[in-house]
């Protein structure tokens, strides 16, 4: 089969496109045949890691067609169309076909194409488990969620939206159309103006009710300053340092939002949550409910050239890699 391959931890700009051998799932595990894969800012920026061996196969999204499966497995059938967020642990999903564990995997409606699928799987899941399972909406009315025009904040946006919110995003201005269009109430441009006081200004000086950072930890500890009492954080990219606030002032709540982490506590349930959390996700797309952001399409042997555009973040929604 032809593979993505990491042959020594390097740069994606070093990684090769070739002949390797297909393998065999063992059990608890199916043999996926790719079909379409999301490219992830992890997969550019994960070029090592201690539990791999090497060469290593990137990729942590992946749509296909049930190839085979392992012993133990009964709910998932040879001849399924399926998506599933991998395990970055282990080798992924740039490649023709692909070993994963079938605890997390998803089947994928009719109504919803490989791409659509394989485009809600990181961004959509992160942005789920952010905004529907960790923060606790009842009764709130405001949230930020910082880069509105990527995969990420463009599926907050929606889901947001879906649970009444109103939503402010950041966003460069040629993206505001875009973010509005998917149902943003206010767009920031982070580069002219100063969030902050944007933020301030648009909730009568109290903060946001929720905020979902997917910047990193500068920005993180800024959202501190735009928080409202009692509000709540959700970061995936380094959390607040919580220092630059007086204990018992603002009373903040900081949930770490890790897709991987499921699969490296080892938990069941949580490994499970994934495939669950995908099932909700296809079916709002199969229900034209959720747009999954699919921009563009490339072949997989195209997969580094897009890894290295979605690395210079200018990239609006999801792009697509097929096998």
Same mark, same amino acid.
């Given at each position: 089969?032809?593979?993505?391959?990491?042959?020594?931890?390097?740069?994606?700009?070093?990684?090769?496109?070739?002949?390797?051998?297909?393998?065999?799932?063992?059990?608890?595990?199916?043999?996926?045949?790719?079909?379409?894969?999301?490219?992830?800012?992890?997969?550019?920026?994960?070029?090592?890691?201690?539990?791999?061996?090497?060469?290593?196969?990137?990729?942590?999204?992946?749509?296909?067609?049930?190839?085979?499966?392992?012993?133990?497995?009964?709910?998932?059938?040879?001849?399924?169309?399926? #998506?599933?967020?991998?395990?970055?642990?282990?080798?992924?999903?740039?490649?023709?076909?692909?070993?994963?564990?079938?605890?997390?995997?998803?089947?994928?409606?009719?109504?919803?194409?490989?791409?659509?699928?394989?485009?809600?799987?990181?961004?959509?899941?992160?942005?789920?488990?952010?905004?529907?399972?960790?923060?606790?909406?009842?009764?709130?009315?405001?949230?930020?969620?910082?880069?509105? #025009?990527?995969?990420?904040?463009?599926?907050?946006?929606?889901?947001?939206?879906?649970?009444?919110?109103?939503?402010?995003?950041?966003?460069?201005?040629?993206?505001?159309?875009?973010?509005?269009?998917?149902?943003?109430?206010?767009?920031?441009?982070?580069?002219?103006?100063?969030?902050?006081?944007?933020?301030?200004?648009?909730?009568?000086?109290?903060?946001?009710?929720?905020?979902?950072?997917?910047?990193?930890?500068?920005?993180?500890?800024?959202?501190?300053?735009?928080?409202?009492?009692?509000?709540?954080?959700?970061?995936?990219?380094?959390?607040?340092?919580?220092?630059?606030?007086?204990?018992?002032?603002?009373?903040?709540?900081?949930?770490?939002?890790?897709?991987?982490?499921?699969?490296?506590?080892?938990?069941?349930?949580?490994?499970?949550?994934?495939?669950?959390? #995908?099932?909700?996700?296809?079916?709002?797309?199969?229900?034209?409910?959720?747009?999954?952001?699919?921009?563009?399409?490339?072949?997989?042997?195209?997969?580094?050239?897009?890894?290295?555009?979605?690395?210079?973040?200018?990239?609006?929604?999801?792009?697509? #890699?097929?096998?």
């Amino acid at each position: 089969m032809k593979a993505w391959l990491n042959e020594t931890g390097t740069t994606i700009e070093n990684w090769v496109y070739t002949d390797v051998k297909t393998p065999a799932p063992s059990t608890g595990e199916a043999l996926i045949r790719v079909q379409a894969v999301a490219l992830n800012p992890v997969d550019y920026k994960a070029t090592k890691n201690p539990a791999w061996t090497y060469p290593h196969i990137p990729g942590v999204d992946l749509t296909g067609i049930v190839e085979q499966v392992g012993t133990d497995v009964t709910d998932i059938q040879v001849g399924e169309r399926v #998506a599933i967020h991998t395990n970055l642990q282990k080798n992924g999903a740039f490649a023709e076909y692909a070993v994963v564990d079938a605890r997390a995997l998803a089947k994928i409606p009719d109504a919803v194409s490989f791409s659509e699928a394989a485009a809600i799987l990181c961004a959509g899941m992160t942005a789920y488990e952010a905004i529907v399972q960790k923060m606790n909406t009842t009764g709130k009315e405001t949230i930020l969620i910082h880069a509105g #025009a990527g995969g990420v904040g463009g599926i907050g946006i929606q889901l947001a939206k879906r649970l009444g919110l109103s939503v402010a995003t950041t966003a460069s201005t040629e993206n505001h159309d875009w973010v509005k269009n998917l149902g943003a109430d206010l767009a920031i441009d982070y580069k002219k103006e100063n969030v902050t006081e944007v933020i301030r200004g648009w909730t009568n000086g109290r903060g946001a009710d929720l905020i979902f950072n997917t910047v990193g930890r500068d920005e993180a500890t800024a959202d501190l300053g735009r928080l409202a009492f009692s509000g709540q954080l959700a970061f995936i990219a380094g959390g607040p340092d919580q220092s630059v606030v007086k204990p018992f002032t603002l009373s903040p709540s900081i949930h770490e939002v890790a897709l991987a982490a499921a699969y490296a506590s080892d938990d069941d349930r949580a490994i499970r949550n994934l495939g669950h959390m #995908a099932r909700e996700l296809l079916k709002l797309v199969a229900a034209k409910e959720l747009d999954s952001l699919v921009t563009e399409e490339l072949p997989a042997a195209d997969i580094v050239k897009g890894l290295q555009r979605l690395s210079e973040r200018h990239v609006r929604g999801k792009i697509i #890699a097929t096998f």
